[in-house]
């Protein structure tokens, strides 16, 4: 099973860009790289998903090495209520969630 | 459209009783995820779901854990007897079919407390 590693947290400031590396050394060649979002006391909520190149929706962009073995999340201009848990997710069979990423945005 | 339902939302019961925990899935879901997050973690999935047959049950600790979903609909998930350490939020997942690459959507989770 393909396993990540996240910064345990981070913090930054409002307005700013953040950016949020996810190593997966270990990824298998039909893995899809998966980021979910996690407010207090709710469940986890989809963000992007990426197989390769680059990827941006609304909320944020994905970009990942040719080699796939890292993945970087991008959130512009953040604000204080995307303070939260990110998850990086990959997987074959099953997705394995590790601790995440605590993002807090200073005023 | 309507999300994932859990009930109840929060659950305190002494150790060696039993509880039990209800989900509603999004309609026309086709697989169903309990997950068990302890505070500070990552959910750890408990058991996966297929329609009404189980896709995963590794992590599940049989002895004292059951689940089921006898329609391929909505699932319940019991616990008994309950020990101190089951103490964690319970999140119910589902996606429109099997796979990795599929979006899990969640239910805000049942708190549960066990003294």
């Known amino acids: 099973l393909a396993k990540t590693t996240q910064p345990i947290s981070m913090d930054s400031y409002e307005g700013q860009e953040v950016n949020i590396t996810c190593s997966h050394n270990n990824i298998a060649t039909n893995d899809y790289i998966t980021w979910y979002q996690q407010f207090p006391s709710q469940g986890p909520r989809f963000i992007i998903q990426?197989?390769?190149?680059?990827v941006t929706n609304e909320v944020a962009s994905l970009f990942i090495p040719a080699d796939r073995k890292s993945s970087t999340l991008s959130l512009p201009r953040v604000s204080l209520s995307d303070t939260a848990v990110y998850y990086c997710?990959?997987?074959?069979?099953?997705?394995?969630w590790g601790a995440g990423t605590k993002l807090i945005i200073k005023p | 459209e309507a999300g994932v339902a859990q009930s109840p939302r929060y659950k305190i019961i002494e150790k060696r009783q039993s509880v039990a925990f209800w989900c509603n899935p999004i309609?026309?879901?086709?697989?169903l995820y309990w997950y068990q997050q302890i505070l500070g973690q990552g959910p750890k999935l408990l058991i996966q779901?297929?329609?009404?047959?189980?896709?995963?049950d590794s992590q599940l600790p049989k002895d004292r854990f059951s689940a089921e979903r006898l329609k391929g609909v909505d699932s319940t998930l019991k616990i008994q007897p309950a020990k101190l350490e089951d103490s964690a939020v319970y999140l119910c997942?589902?996606?429109?079919?099997?796979?990795?690459?599929?979006?899990?959507?969640f239910g805000p989770g049942t708190r549960l407390l066990v003294l």
């Open positions: 997710l990959v997987g074959e069979n099953q997705l394995i």
């Open positions: 309609s026309g879901h086709a697989t």
């Open positions: 779901f297929q329609n009404n047959g189980v896709v995963d």
């Open positions: 997942a589902s996606s429109l079919d099997h796979g990795t690459e599929e979006t899990q959507y």
């Open positions: 990426g197989y390769k190149t680059k």
